[in-house]
């Protein structure tokens, strides 16, 4: 198990971590928001896909700084202080394939709405403030870093 | 003396992971953006684009950098 320093005070299934994250790592984090009151539990996988502006993916290599999971955590926790409501996430870092899941982030709500908005608004915190890279791997042996 | 890191896309251009950088005292954000580019021409392109964190905050056009410090350049963020 190898993850990117960790924080204190909030779930360990929030983190930025070079594990796979499979079915048991997603549910992990779907357990860290879980509550009685929560009627509604959305969970976003973003899964490593196999085009990007029409040029054919490989494969993507995540990069992550030291402090990714730090950041990760405070996001979360804003987003947790702006919504009221649960969140989590993890974020892994390495080699990842097409079809490999990257990132899975749930929110928890009493309604299917607040629950949606709130997972949402995470994912976009996540790609603007968390400082994590990938590069492209393309089919031709060419490859880009995303963003750059 | 500081000690820059250079991650992703940035540390590609650069050619080097890290590196320590002699300034001879404090010196504002925009004049070490200089010094890196013309250090290492690869990177100025790719500099333009980045931001600088500086023992941990993110620098402004107005940050000083205070000897010592760990500056970390950081390109445009591209999680998810």
């Known amino acids: 198990m190898t993850e990117v ?24 984090v779907e357990a860290a928001v879980a509550a009685p009151e929560c009627g509604a539990v959305v969970t976003f996988r973003g899964v490593v896909r196999d085009e990007d502006g029409g040029r054919d993916v490989t494969s993507l290599d995540y990069e992550a700084h030291p402090d990714a999971t730090a950041v ?32 899975v982030a749930s929110a928890s709500a009493g309604h299917r709405a607040e629950a949606f908005a709130a997972c949402s608004l995470l994912v976009e915190r996540i790609k603007a403030e968390v400082p994590i890279w990938k590069k492209q791997q393309f089919t031709d042996g060419e490859s880009e870093w995303v963003g750059l | 003396m500081l000690t820059v890191r250079y991650f992703a896309g940035a540390r590609e251009a650069a050619g080097v992971a890290s590196e320590q950088l002699e300034v001879g005292g404090p010196t504002p954000v925009a004049a070490l953006r200089r010094a890196l580019a013309a250090s290492r021409p690869g990177l100025a392109p790719v500099l333009s684009r980045c931001a600088l964190l500086v023992a941990g905050s993110r620098a402004t056009d107005d940050t000083v950098v205070p000897d010592g410090a760990l500056v970390d350049v950081l390109p445009p963020f591209a999680g998810g």
Not at chain 1, 11 to 27: C, G, K, M, Y
Not at chain 1, 73 to 96: K, N, P, Q, Y
Request: hydrophobic content about 50%.
């Open chain 1, 5 to 28: 320093s960790s924080g204190v005070g909030q779930s360990d299934a929030t983190r930025v971590t070079e594990d796979v994250l499979d079915d048991a790592a997603a549910r992990a």
């Open chain 1, 72 to 103: 990760l955590r405070r996001v979360c926790a804003d987003v947790a202080a702006e919504t009221g409501l649960r969140v989590a996430a993890a974020h892994r870092f390495g080699h990842l394939v097409v079809g490999d899941v990257a990132l």
